[in-house]
T-cell receptor, first 112, second 117 residues
């Protein structure tokens, strides 16, 4: 079993739709959770960062962590064509220099 | 957010040559950096952890003599692909951890695309 599972998609939605991206993880010791956006041929860009359970909102993006079910989500409201990219969930153990474990990434396409 | 740069952004080389890729943290110090490779339509695979002042730690299956890592300073790590072959063609990305208060995350460089002919 992979430590972080993520549906690779692709996921196609019309412009303006609410997008839900999800991951599950297996190690209950993970406490830090991130979502990265990666455009083609570019390095990952940090979108959201959360610590432990709860919600965090930043503009059109909301990250949600449910540690009881080991489930992490990213919601994108009013999706735009510029949101078309691959979204990677990631997590790591406590500590300053821990290795990050990534999901496989979900490719999202927002159709105008 | 913190900024990490990589140089070059792309490189094409002949089989058998060596290629050096630089990773710099521009506005913060990083005693540790990470090197990843990414094949098309796949996720990032951690290759090694670069440590300033000590040897790098390699992931299982990564040849340390082929992928030489040097963490020369608190803002610079280099990855040298020695005797490159076509199967080494990939997208190489570095990252550096950044901590502020309880925030603890990593910032990535823009990546280096290596093509070995």
């Amino acid at each position: 079993q992979k430590e972080v599972e993520q549906d690779p998609g692709p996921l196609s939605v019309p412009e303006g739709a609410i997008v839900s991206l999800n991951c599950t993880y297996s190690n209950s010791a993970f406490q830090y959770f991130m979502w990265y956006r990666q455009y083609s041929r570019k390095g990952p860009e940090l979108l959201m960062y959360t610590y432990s359970s709860g919600n965090k909102e930043d503009g059109r993006f909301t990250a949600q962590v449910d540690k009881s079910s080991k489930y992490i989500s990213l919601f994108i409201r009013d999706s735009q064509p510029s949101d078309s990219a691959t979204y990677l969930c990631a997590t790591h153990l406590p500590g300053g220099y821990q290795k990050v474990t990534f999901g496989t990434g979900t490719k999202l396409q927002v159709i105008p | 957010g913190a900024v990490v740069s990589q140089h070059p952004s792309w490189v094409i080389c002949k089989s058998g040559t060596s290629v050096k890729i630089e990773c710099r943290s521009l506005d913060f110090q990083a005693t540790t950096m990470f090197w990843y490779r990414q094949f098309p339509k796949q996720s990032l695979m951690l290759m090694a952890t670069s440590n300033e002042g000590s040897k790098a730690t390699y992931e299982q299956g990564v040849e340390k003599d082929k992928f030489l890592i040097n963490h020369a300073s608190l803002t610079l790590s280099t990855l040298t692909v020695t005797s490159a072959h076509p199967e080494d063609s990939s997208f190489y990305i570095c990252s550096a951890p950044w901590t502020s208060g309880r925030a603890n995350t990593q910032y990535f460089g823009p990546g280096t695309r290596l093509t070995v002919l």
